[in-house]
Each structure stands twice: as structure tokens, then as C-alpha cells.
């Protein structure tokens, strides 16, 4: 299909999603990257957010969490190559909620600028993950 580009989201355990897609849209480092086909080539990174999937043929929008990591655009083809990439259907709310207290403990007991650095990144992927999570529920 002339009016479609291939799309793979893969994780460091697995791949995630592979298929035809309408249009993407992806958190970049710079801002919200839409991709539609065509597209000119590019490699950036992403930061920690939610990966927006409109499936050829009009089907129901993909959401994934990915926790940052690299994209590249090709004319047909979208390779994400995630740090850590969850299917909107599998994220935890309140995993992730858990998970955000523990990284807020840590940063206040945290020491040296390394330590400090290591759990603001936590943070961020966290409350990104949340936000991921109450987009998802708002679609239902």
C-alpha cells in the first residue's frame, strides 16, 4: 500500500510491534515527532513516553510505552529501538504507581550527582508510564 509505512517497535527482550501503520507519532527529545509515509529520513532519540500507532485500514489506535531509546525513519520503514517497551494493554497502574514512590524515596536519600541523576531518569520514565496509563484509560 502506497499510502502506509512499516512500523517495528523492539525492546532488549522482545519485539513488541511489527505491522503497517496510517501514521505514528513518537516522544522525541525535541518534542512530539509525527510520522506519516513518506517521510523524510531521520535518527533521533526518543525520551520516555507513549508511542501512538494508527493501524492501516483504519483499526483501533496502538498505544506503547517506551521508556526511551532510538528511532529510525526510513521513507517505508519506522524502527524503534526501545530501552523497555509495554503494550498499553499491559501496563500496571498501580505497579508503576509502587514503583514511583520507591524512585521519590531514593531521590531524597540520594548523595552524589551520579545517584541523583539515575533516579531523576527513574522518575521521569515513571510518570511517563503513568501518563501512558491514563491515556489508555481515557480511550476506553
Do not use: C, W
Amino acid at each position: 500500500m502506497a499510502n502506509t509505512i512499516h512500523i517495528d517497535v523492539v525492546s532488549a527482550e522482545e519485539s513488541i510491534y511489527s505491522g503497517e501503520a496510517e501514521f505514528v507519532v513518537l516522544p522525541g527529545e525535541m518534542g512530539e515527532l509525527g510520522i506519516y509515509p513518506r517521510h523524510t529520513p531521520l535518527i533521533t532519540r526518543i525520551k520516555p513516553g507513549t508511542v501512538r500507532i494508527q493501524p492501516a485500514g483504519g483499526g483501533e489506535e496502538e498505544l506503547i510505552f517506551v521508556a526511551g531509546g532510538i528511532l529510525e525513519v526510513q521513507p517505508r520503514v519506522i524502527t524503534v529501538l526501545a530501552d523497555t517497551a509495554i503494550r498499553g494493554h499491559d501496563l500496571d497502574e498501580a505497579k508503576a504507581n509502587e514503583a514511583l514512590k520507591k524512585a521519590e524515596e531514593a531521590r531524597r536519600s540520594a548523595h552524589d550527582k551520579q545517584e541523583v541523576a539515575a533516579v531523576e531518569a527513574e522518575v521521569s520514565s515513571l510518570a511517563a508510564q503513568l501518563a501512558a496509563i491514563r491515556k489508555l484509560r481515557q480511550k476506553k
